[in-house]
C-alpha cells in the first residue's frame, strides 16, 4: 500500500500489506497474519525444488539488475563442503529508493523468513544482512525481530525442528554507497574498505570470505515466502505486460508528486497510472517535465516517454530506461534540469570509491564542468567535453557508479539541450557562484 | 582521566584503553558471529565511537591491535566511511540529506535554517556552545519523506524551515 496513504486501488498489495501496521512485527503478530508457513513448507522440501520454483515464478532481483532470482541461486555449489553465505542487502541508498526501509521497519519477519528460506536453499548456515547505518530504527526493529525468530526456533541450530541452522547475523553500515554494490558489500562485511572487487570471480564461486556466496536485496527476499505459499504459478500470472516480469513490485516515489510515497503494482502496470493517479499527480498548476524510473542510476526519461510505458523490466527499457531499484523521482517544470543533473553528479563524486581512474576523475570532472556552466562560465564546447567524459566512464571499470553518474548527464543532454545551451549563452541567471 | 584529550595540534596525550571489562566481553561475543576477527572491524569501530564520541589514532591502534590488523589498515577504513568521526564532534550530531530528490523538495532551505538555528554555521562546524555538529550526507533513503534528517539516531522525516527550532530545541 502506499504508505503513508492508504491503499489505492490500482495497487496489488502483497509485501507492503502491513505497511503502517506496527502488529505485524512481532513474532506472533506476523505467524496470525500467516508468516512463516512459507520457510515451514521450504524445510519440507528438497532444497533443488524450492530453487526450481523460485525459478518457475520469475522473480527477478529487485535491487537493481533485475536477475533472475531462482538462477542465481542455482549457480551455488553443491554439497562440496565448503562453508555458503547469503547476504541480504540492506544498504538502500540509491537516491529515490526508499522501499527496503518501509519492508524492514514493518515487516522485519518477513525479510527473515526470505532469508531463511533462501539460505537452506543454497545450503548456506549463516546469513549477514548488511544494514546500511543511516537507517537506525530499522536496526532497532531487525534487531528485535531476529531475536524473537530465535526465541520461536525459526532460526539457530534446528531452524523448526528440520536439523537445518539458519543462523542470521546483522552488519551495520557506516555511510558508504558504494556499498550496496555486492563485492563492496563483502569486503565492508570482512572489515574492509568498500573498494569492489573485479568478477570474476562471481560471488557465486568466491563471495565473502572467499566462499560461495549469494547476495540479495531486502525486496527479492521478502517476495519469496509468498511464492513458496502461493506458488509458482500463481506469481507468475501477476503480469500484465512482459511474461519475462512477474510478480508485484513496490515503486517508491518521489519529487514533485502530490502524495509521495510507496506504491506496489502488478508488473506491467501502466506508469501514468503510478504517477497520475496512485501518487497524485503533480502540484496544482504544474505539469510533468521529467522523471528518473529506477534510482538516479539510470537514465532521465521525458514526459512523453511516460506515455504508453509499462512498468516492468522491459516496458521500461524500451523507452530507454531501466526499472532498476524502482525508486521514480518526479520533476516538474519548475526543475531546473541542469542544476539537478549537477546535483547527481556531485552525489556520485562523492560516493566514489575513487579505485578507477575513470570514476574517481571522471565524477569529480563532470561535476566541476556542470558547476562551470550554473555559474555562467559554461563554453559551447563544455557539452562535448561533458559527453566524452561520460563515454570514458561507460563500461570501462569494475563496477558501474561511474555508468551511472554518465547516465542523467547523457540523457539529460539529448534531452534537456536547450537548458545547458541557455546557460551557456548567459540567457539564464547563473545560480552558483564563479569558483 | 576518562577521555582522550586532542591538543590544539591534533595530537592526543593519553589513552584510556576501550575494550576492556564488558564492552571486551561484548566484542569477543561478536567473534564468534564472523570466522575473522577482522570481519569485527566495523563493529569495534561502531562500539569506540559510542563509548567515546568519536575514534581517535590511539583507539584506532588498540582496535587494531585487538583485532590483528595494523594501525594504518584501521585508519584506511575509518576514514572510508563517512559516518565514523576521526576528530570531536558536537554533544548532537545533525545530519541532512541534500541529495537530488529532496533536493526538489527544499533541503537546501532547510539546510540552512539548520546551520542558522543550531548556530552552526557553516556545514562541518561546531556550535561555539558545542551543542551541535551539522552536516549535509547524500541520500538517507527516505526520499519520499523529504527532508529527513539524522539527529544522532534519531531519524526525523518531513523536516521543514519552520520546524527546525522545535526539533533541536529537544537536544540539549
Not at chain 1, 518501509?102 to 549477514?128: D, F, K, M, N
Not at chain 1, 545551451?421 to 569558483?435: M, N, S
Request: net charge neutral; proline share 6%.
Amino acid at each position: 500500500m502506499g504508505y503513508p496513504h492508504p491503499s489505492h486501488p490500482k495497487e496489488t498489495v502483497l509485501l507492503s500489506k502491513y505497511f503502517g501496521d506496527p502488529g505485524a512485527r512481532t513474532y506472533a503478530g506476523w505467524i496470525e497474519r500467516g508468516g512463516y508457513e512459507g520457510l515451514r513448507k521450504a524445510l519440507a522440501m528438497p532444497r533443488a525444488e524450492v530453487i526450481e520454483m523460485v525459478k518457475q515464478s520469475g522473480l527477478r532481483g529487485r535491487g537493481g539488475a533485475g536477475f533472475p532470482t531462482g538462477l542465481k541461486w542455482s549457480f551455488m555449489p553443491k554439497d562440496e563442503g565448503k562453508p555458503h553465505y547469503l547476504v541480504c542487502n540492506a544498504d538502500e541508498s540509491e537516491p529515490g529508493t526508499f522501499k527496503d526501509r518501509e519492508l524492514l521497519r514493518w515487516t522485519p519477519h518477513a525479510v527473515i523468513e526470505g532469508c531463511a528460506i533462501a539460505a537452506y536453499s543454497i545450503q548456506a548456515q549463516t546469513i549477514y544482512i548488511y544494514i546500511r547505518g543511516e537507517f537506525t530504527e530499522p536496526w532497532r526493529i531487525m534487531t528485535k525481530a531476529v531475536e524473537e525468530a530465535y526465541a520461536h526456533g525459526a532460526l539457530g541450530a534446528d531452524a523448526f525442528g528440520s536439523g537445518t541452522r539458519i543462523d542470521v547475523v546483522l552488519h551495520r553500515g557506516a555511510g558508504a554507497y558504494i556499498c550496496g554494490e555486492e563485492t563492496a558489500m563483502m569486503n565492508s562485511i570482512e572489515g574492509k574498505r568498500g573498494n569492489p572487487r573485479i568478477k570474476p570471480p562471481f560471488p557465486a564461486q568466491a563471495g565473502v570470505f572467499g566462499m560461495p556466496t549469494t547476495i540479495n536485496n531486502v525486496e527479492t527476499l521478502s517476495a519469496v515466502p509468498h511464492i513458496l505459499t502461493r506458488g509458482a504459478e500463481w506469481y507468475k500470472g501477476l503480469s500484465l505486460s512482459s511474461p519475462k516480469s512477474t510478480g508485484t513490485k513496490l515503486f517508491s516515489v518521489c519529487g514533485h508528486v502530490q502524495r509521495p510515497g510507496n506504491y506496489e503494482v502488478t508488473m506491467g502496470t501502466p506508469m501514468r497510472d503510478l504517477i497520475f493517479d496512485m501518487a497524485g499527480g503533480m502540484r496544482p498548476g504544474r505539469t510533468l517535465k521529467a522523471l528518473i524510473p529506477g534510482g538516479s542510476s539510470v537514465p532521465i526519461m521525458t514526459a512523453a516517454e511516460v506515455e504508453g510505458c509499462a512498468l516492468d523490466y522491459e516496458g521500461i527499457v524500451a523507452k530507454g530506461s531501466m526499472l532498476g531499484s524502482g525508486g521514480v523521482i518526479v520533476m516538474d517544470d519548475s526543475t531546473d534540469m541542469v542544476r539537478t543533473i549537477w546535483r547527481y553528479t556531485r552525489f556520485y563524486a562523492h560516493e566514489s570509491c575513487a579505485q578507477c581512474t575513470q570514476c574517481r576523475e571522471g565524477t569529480a570532472w563532470t561535476t566541476k564542468v556542470l558547476e562551470r556552466i550554473l555559474s555562467g562560465r559554461g563554453k559551447q564546447e563544455d557539452l562535448q567535453l561533458l559527453l566524452d567524459l561520460a563515454d570514458n566512464m561507460t563500461g570501462k571499470t569494475i563496477c558501474v557508479l561511474s555508468d551511472s553518474c554518465a547516465a542523467p548527464v547523457v540523457s539529460g543532454i539529448q534531452k534537456f539541450r536547450e537548458e545547458f545551451d541557455a546557460y551557456i549563452a548567459g540567457a539564464r541567471r547563473p545560480v552558483l557562484a564563479a569558483v | 582521566m576518562s577521555h582522550a584529550a586532542a591538543q590544539g595540534d591534533g595530537t592526543v596525550t593519553s589513552h584510556e584503553k576501550i575494550f576492556t571489562g564488558e564492552r571486551r566481553a561484548q566484542l569477543e561475543a561478536l567473534f564468534a558471529k564472523y570466522p575473522t576477527r577482522q570481519a569485527c572491524l566495523l563493529p569495534a569501530l561502531w562500539m569506540v565511537q559510542e563509548a567515546r564520541g568519536w575514534i581517535s589514532e590511539p583507539a584506532m591502534a588498540e582496535v587494531g591491535e585487538v583485532l590483528g590488523v595494523t594501525p594504518a589498515f584501521v585508519r584506511g577504513v575509518v576514514t572510508f566511511y563517512t559516518m565514523y568521526h576521526t576528530h570531536p564532534v558536537g554533544r548532537h550530531f545533525i545530519q541532512v540529506c541534500t541529495t537530488s530528490p529532496c533536493g526538489l523538495c527544499g533541503a537546501e532551505e532547510t539546510m540552512q535554517a539548520i546551520l542558522r538555528e543550531s548556530g552552526c554555521g557553516e556545514l562541518g562546524a561546531t556550535s561555539p556552545d558545542g551543542r551541535f555538529t551539522a552536516i549535509e550526507v547524500e541520500c538517507l533513503g527516505a526520499c519520499g519523506f523529504a527532508t529527513p534528517i539524522l539527529v544522532d539516531d534519531d531519524f526525523i522525516e518531513g523536516v521543514t524551515p519552520e520546524r527546525v527550532p522545535g526539533i533541536l530545541a529537544a537536544y540539549k
